[in-house]
């Protein structure tokens, strides 16, 4: 994992102060962050970067950990979770696009409004999608980042012992929600903690959902360094080299900030446990929690519904609901360009997930073989990927790659989707494999079985649906893979999330409807085969604990 990262990291270093020898330029030199400090648009570009990943990570956190707090086993609960798979499976780009296909002045939300409630017969002439606060771009990643944390926390949960924690607290007199925070909070997050940085990294350092919502003048910081780097002028790529070292410091800073606030927090929060404060308001903060939950996934699913009407509506006109008419000649017009998309995007994302599976089993198997255990900091080094931004290292590994003579093409572009693949497939089968019960294997070796053969013919079967569901995780951060896919591909490589992102600045809501959706579908068909194939695999062993 440090490979790829510390090499980027270098090739992004060396450009910064000046050196490029592609370029005839060598260093050091201070000129690059001359030219960066001298951008009028540097001070908005870093405010921009700097307040939607907070504010992302925080509202996402809060709605989650109220959620969590008030509903917990309840059945508004289980259908949330019931709703993560699908939500989960949706690339950031496509719940983007459907998210402006909503609020967009000419979005569905206004024809379902107009003429009656607003008397709106035009679109009104508002900045709603890329405005200049960055509210659109902020919810687009809090609709995305809410249920990968629901997902994280609910894994967490299960190693507190938290309802026999808030029992107790509510026996005492604690509401719900005021007794799950003060006795169980504190424990979850100390283990959702990493999940939490890679949140408030990725919002920084974003790039496809800031140039789908965000604005553009001046862009996000992460934004800007992408533009440089595609500049035909080498020597700009010094001044993104800058560029990506200051969205780095950024980075650090941002979770040097979170960490002192996390301090902050848990000194007020003992002062509030030492009040006994019983929590008289748990009903309406509970209750406003639960809405905010459902229109967060609400946006997602709908965002999707009008994607699919996009891609197949003929003439549409403001404020009709509908469009006069359906047809499927949008699918006809972009369906060889998309089938060719899909065809790269499926084979990267296959080869890609079973590699970091292999990886992964390799591991944990020798962790259970030998008596290993993953320490916390080795659990940092997992997340270190994850951590760094994308447009801190990924410029400097494609400048060295190119130096080095590497062809610009499918492998490379594999490699670097592995590096971010390896962690979520890790992170997504870690808990079951070690969670397998060890008997089941002291039985097969007494029986003559070889450590292999238990792994092969008792464990992994066993664990058939934990190995699908990582499988399908890894296939679905793959295809939602951007800025490995444009800065290592070199351009060359379309998939269909590149292809749909550079719809964006075209505007062709039938075009980005089309790819949207098959976008969508690439991610979401692992997980339906990942419920669907231990079903029918298992279908006669109803009391097989692990099927």
Known sequence: MLGPVVAGLWGTLLPSFGHLPAAGLTGPSLDPFR???????????????LTTGILATLISLSIVVLITAGW?????????????????????????FGLAF??????????????????????????????????????????????????????????????????????????????????????????????VYVVLAYAMS???????????????????????????????????????LLQLALVIGALVFWRLGEILVARLGRRWIATGARGRCDGVVAGAALGLGAVSALAVLLGLAVLA????????????????????????RHGPGTLDALGETALIAVTVAFAAMFLTI???????????????????LLYLPLLIPQTAFLPGLQTLLLN???????????????????????????????????RMGTIAAALGASPSAVLWRVRLPMLLRPVLTALAVGVAVSVGQYLPTLLIGG??????????VALASGGDRRAIGVYGLMQTGTALVPFALALLIPALVWRNRKGLRYG
């Open 309 to 332: 009407v996009w891609s197949v509506a003929g003439f549409w006109s403001f404020p009709e609901m509908l469009p006069d008419q359906f047809t499927w000649r949008n699918w006809l």
């Open 404 to 438: 080095m003579g590497a062809d610009i093409g499918r492998g490379p572009v594999m490699l670097a989707h592995l590096v971010f693949v390896l962690p979520y497939v890790f992170l997504s089968l870690a808990d079951p494999f070690r969670a397998w019960d060890a």
């Open 102 to 195: 909503l609020i967009a002045p000419s979005g569905w939300i206004a024809r379902v409004l107009s003429p009656a409630v607003t008397g709106w017969y035009r679109p009104p002439d508002l900045l709603i999608v890329q405005d200049t606060w960055g509210l659109a771009m902020t919810a687009g990643l809090v609709v995305k980042e809410v249920p990968f944390l629901l997902l994280i926390t609910l894994a967490a949960l299960g190693q507190t012992d938290a309802r026999r924690s808030v029992t107790i607290a509510q026996a005492l007199g604690y509401g719900r929600l005021t007794g799950w925070l003060k006795t169980v909070f504190p424990r979850v997050y100390a283990q959702i903690r990493p999940p």
């Open 491 to 500: 351009g060359r490589v379309a998939t269909l999330t590149t292809e749909a």
């Open 35 to 49: 030219d960066l400090f001298a951008w009028a648009g540097l001070p908005r570009a870093v405010l921009l970067s």
């Open 362 to 380: 390799g591991c944990l198997e020798a962790e259970y073989r030998y008596g290993l255990r993953i320490s916390r900091r080795g659990i940092w």
């Open 72 to 96: 917990s086993g309840t059945r508004p609960f289980r259908a949330l979770e019931r709703l993560l798979s699908p939500l989960l499976s949706v690339p950031h780009a496509a719940a983007a």
């Open 206 to 244: 974003v790039v496809d959902v800031a140039v789908i919502l965000g604005p553009n003048t001046p862009p996000p910081l992460s934004v800007q360094i992408v533009k440089w780097m595609s500049d035909p002028d080498l020597a700009m790529r010094l001044k993104a080299a800058s560029g990506a």
